[in-house]
């Protein structure tokens, strides 16, 4: 057959899709897949057996990374290979992972059925703990297999409730016995939502990111001086969740100080002990900050270390910082952002070039190779959340995409 006409199953993608969003479905339409948690075991296991279905010789790394791999005409040519991840945010979306990892088991089944024979092996891979918010940081695993990130440390890393990455890699029987380790590949693709209102706003079809921002990540540690709220007078409290308050509004206002192109956001604080009648004596929240710029991020970062001794200062409330994670703008292979675009226009879709704001494995396997990604429209451009949503027809025309730009890499000698 002439492999140009090859088209992936749309019905089949759909379904996949379907199948994998009951598991951590929650009420209000989204899922809870937790990395390592009993739902990222059960989604795990439903896709390892999707992979011995067709065939596929299947690995899991210690980092719990699992790779299906399909042997090439010439087997020992380094591969191409594509996926994502099944791990999801509290109360997160339905697609944001997962359809990276169903629209290259899509192509593969493609292949598959279809009895194609390319001259490089292909391979799809899920990686562990792409969102970081169960265990900072995100994508984890991926880097540790780039060699960028230590496989001790990673396994080191607690949740809130004390569990160790480790133990509970161990404990829903993903510790595998390969190295986490990088072998030579020849593209790495990976499929995902936009996250963000750029391709809907516009009405084109497939986003082609040129690369992803810098992410950073810290976190901040305050001590007050707790005590009975009604006898104490205002004057003279060490009030940990107001300094926090105060530092929270310099990150708030850090990207136009700053000027250039940055978001910074605090997500995540705990306050303790918190007791409506007791003055919080802890709080602990995290920072992130993005740009394309990796010194405004980190200038930013100097800045607000400076706000932030301010306010604790002003609050008598000692704090101490950490530099969890630091992972550097991507600029991704022009060579593969070009055959993205080339193939979204064979395929008769509207494409755009764009930069990608959230984070994705594919960061780290692009400081090892070529990498690329393509994006598909998020409707009203929510994402993280439980109403994101993407259209089946989206869906399908990014794994042809994706499909195409595969067999084309696979090919190449
Ligand atoms: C990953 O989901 C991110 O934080 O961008
Ligand atoms: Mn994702
Ligand atoms: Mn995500």
């Known amino acids: 057959m002439d492999l140009s006409d090859l088209r992936v199953n749309g019905e089949r993608l759909?379904?996949?899709?379907?199948?994998?969003?009951?598991?951590?479905?929650?009420?209000?339409?989204?899922?809870?897949?937790?990395?390592?948690?009993?739902?990222?075991?059960?989604?795990?296991?439903?896709?390892?057996?999707?992979?011995?279905?067709?065939?596929?010789?299947?690995?899991?790394?210690?980092?719990?990374?699992?790779?299906?791999?399909?042997?090439?005409?010439?087997?020992?040519?380094?591969?191409?290979?594509?996926?994502?991840?099944?791990?999801?945010?509290?109360?997160?979306?339905?697609?944001?992972?997962?359809?990276?990892?169903?629209?290259?088991?899509?192509?593969?089944?493609?292949?598959?059925?279809?009895?194609?024979?390319?001259?490089?092996?292909?391979?799809?891979?899920?990686?562990?703990?792409?969102?970081?918010?169960?265990?900072?940081?995100?994508?984890?695993?991926?880097?540790?297999?780039?060699?960028?990130?230590?496989?001790?440390?990673?396994?080191?890393?607690?949740?809130?409730?004390?569990?160790?990455?480790?133990?509970?890699?161990?404990?829903?029987?993903?510790?595998?016995?390969?190295?986490?380790?990088?072998?030579?590949?020849?593209?790495?693709?990976?499929?995902?939502?936009?996250q963000g209102p750029v391709l809907e706003s516009i009405g084109k079809t497939i986003g082609i990111p040129k690369g992803i921002l810098c992410l950073h990540w810290y976190d901040v540690y305050i001590e007050g001086k707790a005590n009975q709220v009604g006898p104490t007078p205002m004057e003279g409290r060490n009030d940990a969740l107001c300094a926090a308050a105060e530092m929270i509004l310099a990150v708030q206002s850090v990207p136009a100080r700053m000027g250039g192109n940055m978001v910074a956001t605090v997500g995540e604080i705990q306050n303790y002990p918190n007791s409506r009648n007791i003055i919080p004596d802890g709080v602990h929240f995290t920072v992130d900050i993005r740009s394309w710029d990796d010194h405004l991020a980190i200038n930013a970062w100097e800045q607000l270390k400076i706000d932030f001794q301010a306010a604790a200062g002003k609050n008598g409330c000692p704090i101490r910082f950490e530099e969890t994670w630091r992972v550097e703008h991507t600029p991704f292979a022009e060579k593969l952002v070009g055959l993205l675009a080339q193939k979204a226009e064979a395929l008769g879709y509207s494409s755009h070039h764009m930069v990608s704001g959230a984070g994705h494995d594919a960061s780290y396997m692009n400081m090892l190779g070529d990498a690329a990604m393509i994006f598909i429209p998020s409707i009203g451009g929510r994402s993280h959340v439980e109403v994101e949503n993407s259209t089946w027809e989206d869906c399908e025309s990014g794994a042809n995409v994706l499909l195409h730009c595969m067999i084309e890499s696979a090919n190449e000698v």
């Open 14 to 194: 759909r379904a996949s899709l379907e199948e994998m969003a009951k598991i951590g479905a929650t009420p209000g339409g989204g899922v809870q897949r937790l990395t390592l948690s009993d739902e990222d075991k059960r989604a795990r296991d439903l896709f390892v057996g999707r992979l011995e279905e067709i065939d596929l010789e299947v690995t899991v790394d210690e980092m719990g990374n699992i790779f299906g791999r399909r042997p090439g005409k010439n087997d020992e040519l380094p591969p191409v290979f594509s996926g994502s991840h099944i791990d999801s945010q509290p109360k997160g979306g339905r697609f944001d992972g997962i359809l990276g990892v169903m629209g290259a088991l899509e192509v593969m089944r493609t292949l598959h059925e279809n009895n194609v024979q390319t001259e490089r092996p292909v391979l799809i891979v899920d990686w562990t703990n792409e969102e970081g918010s169960r265990f900072a940081p995100a994508m984890v695993a991926s880097g540790v297999w780039a060699g960028k990130l230590d496989r001790d440390w990673a396994y080191s890393r607690t949740d809130r409730d004390g569990k160790v990455f480790g133990e509970e890699l161990e404990r829903i029987g993903y510790k595998g016995s390969a190295p986490a380790k990088a072998w030579p590949f020849h593209a790495y693709y990976e499929l995902h939502i936009e």
